[in-house]
């Protein structure tokens, strides 16, 4: 990670000084699906989480200009700004060999009052050119992010045409490592199969990885398993979307969540907060 004053100082509103650790949540989705439902209406979404106290909510340059307001004051979360977007999602219109492309600057992060910035790095598309132009791309971001002393995220994802993303162990650690060697400050990156695969990522990363949720999990249990799995094997903390707003309660489900990644709790006793 950085050294620069400014980049730790940004840090410290996503990652909780006291634990070391973070919770994000991702409401980005709109970009890349649509309005899914429990984020039809972004304010609204934002107004649920808050009172969850998640360390930081990681959200698109048009979602955060127009919810700002919402982030003013102490003991509110950090504010991360998506640069970037995909059609490798969307059902309608269908993609044909699928895009990437920045749809915003570093400069405009940091006017937006953003405390990190975040991008996709994909492996997997259909040519090698689509590949290197992601990669130039992210290394002009990793550049400006530098001098901005601004944090940079990096989510490394192994995709495949007809999956969308997979989770290919191999793939999994080659971009884990591109991430880390193009100069990703954190690393949000999925759970692979195991506990012992997941020891290896982190022994990979040269920063600190942020847990993906991915879709929605089928209950309350496996989600807080896997997430005491990947606190207990070195994981920083979590990026979550579905797995939260999509949840009955999102103030609940964060605080529970809270119990394992900042207070070390089981997943027995995270549990409790739900009830």
Known sequence: MSTLPGNQLRTSRILNPETGNGIVVAIDHGLFIGPLPGIENAGKAID???PGQPNAIQMTPGTTRANLHKFYGRNKPGVIVRLDATNIWRKKPAPKEGYYTQVASVKEAVQLGGDAVVTFLFA??????????NLQTLAKIADEARGYGIPFIVEPLAIQKGASVVRDFEIMKL????ASEIGADLIKADFPESKQQFEELVGIASAPILVRGGPKMDSDQEMLQMVKDAMDCGARGIVFGRNVWQHANPAKI???LAAIVHEK???????????
């Open 48 to 50: 649920t989480l808050l």
């Open 124 to 133: 997997g598309y259909d040519t090698d050119a689509q590949e290197a132009d």
């Open 175 to 178: 971009i884990i490592r591109m």
């Open 254 to 256: 964060l605080r529970a």
């Open 265 to 275: 709790q089981s997943v027995v006793k995270a549990l409790e907060a739900l009830k």
